[in-house]
C-alpha cells in the first residue's frame, strides 16, 4: 500500500491485517523495485498525490509491467479526469477517500475487488463497487 497519509494508510492497514492479509505500507513509491521482490504482493493500494517520487499514476503503470499484479486507487482526488486516468494507467478500481464508511468495510470492498479483478471472484463481489471494470486481457 502506497498512501502517505500515515492515518489513512495505517487503518486500512490494519483493518486487512484483521481480515489475514500481509500489508506492507509505504508513504512514497520510491523503493517499489525492492518491495515488489521481497514482499511479492498480491495487489497494489496507491494513492495519486504523493508528496516525493513518482505519482500514483507512474507507479500503478510500473506494477501492472513489473508484477501484472490488480492496482487499486485509494485517493481524495476525486474528479472525472483523475479516475479516467487512473484507469489509463491501468488501475482496476478507483476509491475516493476519506469515505464515511469504516476501514473494515473499505478494506472488505478492496478484497473483494483485488479478487476480482484477478479472476478469483468471492462471495463479496456482488456487493462491491460500480466503478470496477473488466481486467484487460
Known amino acids: 500500500m502506497i498512501e502517505d497519509d500515515r492515518s489513512a494508510r495505517e487503518s486500512v492497514s490494519a483493518a486487512l491485517s484483521q481480515m489475514g492479509y500481509s500489508v506492507l505500507g509505504r508513504p512514497t513509491g520510491e523503493e517499489l523495485d525492492e518491495v515488489l521482490l521481497s514482499f511479492r504482493p498480491d495487489l497494489a493500494i496507491i494513492d495519486i498525490n504523493l508528496p516525493s ?3 500514483g499514476f507512474a507507479l500503478a503503470r510500473h506494477v501492472r509491467a513489473s508484477a501484472g499484479i490488480p492496482v ?3 485517493t481524495a482526488a476525486d474528479g472525472l479526469e483523475s479516475r479516467l486516468s487512473g484507469f489509463e494507467a491501468g488501475g482496476d478500481d478507483y476509491l475516493v477517500s476519506p469515505s464515511p464508511w469504516p476501514s473494515s468495510w473499505l478494506a472488505s ?14 462471495w463479496r463481489s456482488a456487493t462491491w463497487s460500480s466503478t470496477r471494470r473488466p481486467r484487460r486481457r
Not at 110 to 122: D, F
Open 53 to 55: 517520487g513518482p505519482d
Open 72 to 74: 487499486l486507487f485509494l
Open 109 to 122: 470492498g478492496l478484497c473483494s475487488g483485488a479478487a476480482v479483478a484477478s479472476g478469483r471472484p468471492s
